[in-house]
């Protein structure tokens, strides 16, 4: 039995991650109206999350163009995406907090 990929799940993979990093693009260009709309004490705070969007747009395009070749962008990424879920459901379960439920969704 072949360890080898079929090229149908391949194909799949690669159409997810170009959509991931589609939409990691929304997300960033929308980030940038909260970015110019905030008042100083979450400015910062907001351009980090739009710079970490950005980013995380161009680590998919780069895993959606060679994904063979970025294992450990892969690890990363999947780490910091289950941080992110595990961490707004901590959130809930504590009450709410702004987005948490939007971050899990």
């Given at each position: 039995?072949s360890?080898?990929?079929?090229?149908r799940?391949?194909?799949?993979?690669?159409?997810?991650t170009?959509?991931?990093?589609?939409?990691?693009?929304?997300?960033?260009?929308?980030?940038?109206?909260?970015?110019?709309?905030?008042?100083?004490?979450?400015?910062?705070?907001?351009?980090?999350?739009?710079?970490?969007?950005?980013?995380?747009?161009?680590?998919?395009?780069?895993?959606?163009?060679?994904?063979?070749?970025?294992?450990?962008?892969?690890?990363?990424?999947?780490?910091?995406?289950?941080?992110?879920?595990?961490?707004?459901?901590?959130?809930?379960?504590?009450?709410?907090?702004?987005?948490?439920?939007?971050?899990?969704?």
């Amino acid at each position: 039995m072949s360890a080898a990929v079929p090229s149908r799940w391949r194909a799949i993979g690669r159409v997810l991650t170009w959509l991931a990093a589609v939409s990691a693009l929304a997300a960033a260009v929308s980030a940038v109206s909260d970015v110019t709309g905030a008042d100083d004490p979450v400015l910062v705070v907001q351009t980090w999350r739009m710079y970490g969007l950005f980013l995380c747009t161009g680590l998919f395009v780069l895993l959606a163009l060679r994904p063979r070749a970025h294992g450990a962008v892969w690890a990363l990424l999947i780490a910091d995406k289950a941080a992110l879920a595990l961490t707004a459901g901590v959130y809930l379960a504590r009450g709410g907090a702004a987005e948490a439920a939007s971050t899990i969704g």
